[in-house]
Nanobody, 128 residues
Framework: VQLQASGGGLVQAGGSLRLSCATF????????IGWFRQAPGKEREGVSC????????YYADSVKGRFTISRDSAKNTVYLQMNSLKPEDTAVYYC??????????????????????WGKGTQVTVSS
């Protein structure tokens, strides 16, 4: 199982970025996929998670209404569309996966259950 995150970069406040998480070695349909971020000096935070089998999604309060998680099963890729970016969104963003069929993505995003597989992060920097 491998995950590769990409799409990070430098953007001005109010701008948009789309992160991609290419997955290899497993079928998305049976997994929960999540986006997590970690800013310097802060704990890792679950940003958004999706349970593929049900399409259930979870968003952290800090990104609700601005970020959207989606997937393309044909490409085995999960996306995070980030709009109206703020300087406080600056962090390294990671995608992660774990086998999951229960429609409760919050359990993964909030850390109640851990994620089994992690990709390398992609840096997102939002300037004010």
């Amino acid at each position: 199982v491998q995950l590769q995150a990409s799409g990070g970069g430098l953007v001005q406040a109010g701008g948009s970025l789309r992160l991609s998480c290419a997955t290899f070695g497993f079928t998305l349909d049976y997994y929960a996929i999540g986006w997590f971020r970690q800013a310097p000096g802060k704990e890792r935070e679950g940003v958004s998670c999706m349970v593929s089998s049900s399409g259930s999604t979870y968003y952290a309060d800090s990104v609700k209404g601005r970020f959207t998680i989606s997937r393309d099963s044909a490409k085995n890729t999960v996306y995070l569309q980030m709009n109206s970016l703020k300087p406080e969104d600056t962090a390294v963003y990671y995608c992660a996966a774990s086998k999951e069929l229960l429609p409760y993505p919050a359990l993964r995003c909030t850390g109640y259950y851990g994620m089994d597989y992690w990709g390398k992060g992609t840096q997102v920097t939002v300037s004010s």
